[in-house]
T-cell receptor, first 112, second 112 residues
Framework: AQSVTQLGSHVSVSEGALVLLRCNYSSSVPPYLFWYVQYPNQGLQLLLKYTSAATLVKGINGFEAEFKKSETSFHLTKPSAHMSDAAEYFCAVSEGNNDMRFGAGTRLTVKP | EAQVTQNPRYLITVTGKKLTVTCSQNMNHEYMSWYRQDPGLGLRQIYYSMNVEVTDKGDVPEGYKVSRKEKRNFPLILESPSPNQTSLYFC???????????FGPGTRLTVL
């Protein structure tokens, strides 16, 4: 079965600095990969998703992620952090077999 | 407005008292799912449904029941709640398992 590992439960960056949130996956077939964001006291909303069309995926709010098959990674990046990016981020994988597996989440803190 | 609604948003109950958390979506989605979110564990799938009258177990189904009598509704039933079911619960829906999932606002359940 597919699985996801998010490296780092907490990441702290300064405003304007690069954001890098790491995600590694395990899948026996070409996966569908997702990044979701959860703001305080809210449900999850999609940031971006990979469905094999292009390895570099651009999402909302300036985020992007690159699918690297050789490294089984799907890291999330943003060139310049904003205070409003403070949230919890979840990586998720699906093999199209009716279930979705989420990582444990990474809480991003942005310092002024 | 396209949305997933859950009720109640907050619930405090006692061990053994049956409860139901409702979930409804207005997007005509085939796929619906329930997750629980616990600190350090991310989201874990409880049950999912591919369509009306079709449900299946996720990773942590013990102590929960679901039904899908109508396409729009997918209630989560706890027949005899226990303290280890204290958690934050999310309902989600999507056209298929590989599409973007739309999440409800969450239900915070405390079982004393």
């Amino acid at each position: 079965a597919q699985s996801v590992t998010q490296l780092g439960s907490h990441v702290s960056v300064s405003e304007g600095a690069l954001v890098l949130l790491r995600c590694n996956y395990s899948s026996s077939v070409p996966p569908y990969l997702f990044w979701y964001v959860q703001y305080p006291n809210q449900g999850l909303q999609l940031l971006l998703k990979y469905t094999s069309a292009a390895t570099l995926v651009k999402g909302i709010n300036g985020f992007e992620a690159e699918f690297k098959k050789s490294e089984t990674s799907f890291h999330l990046t943003k060139p310049s952090a904003h205070m409003s990016d403070a949230a919890e981020y979840f990586c998720a994988v699906s093999e199209g077999n009716n279930d979705m597996r989420f990582g444990a989440g990474t809480r991003l803190t942005v310092k002024p | 407005e396209a949305q997933v609604t859950q009720n109640p948003r907050y619930l405090i109950t006692v061990t053994g008292k049956k409860l139901t958390v409702t979930c409804s979506q207005n997007m005509n989605h085939e796929y619906m799912s329930w997750y629980r979110q616990d600190p350090g564990l991310g989201l874990r799938q409880i049950y999912y449904s591919m369509n009306v009258e079709v449900t299946d177990k996720g990773d942590v189904p013990e102590g929960y029941k679901v039904s899908r009598k109508e396409k729009r509704n997918f209630p989560l039933i706890l027949e005899s709640p226990s303290p280890n079911q204290t958690s934050l619960y999310f309902c989600a829906s999507s056209p298929t398992t590989t599409d973007t999932q739309y999440f409800g606002p969450g239900t915070r359940l405390t079982v004393l």
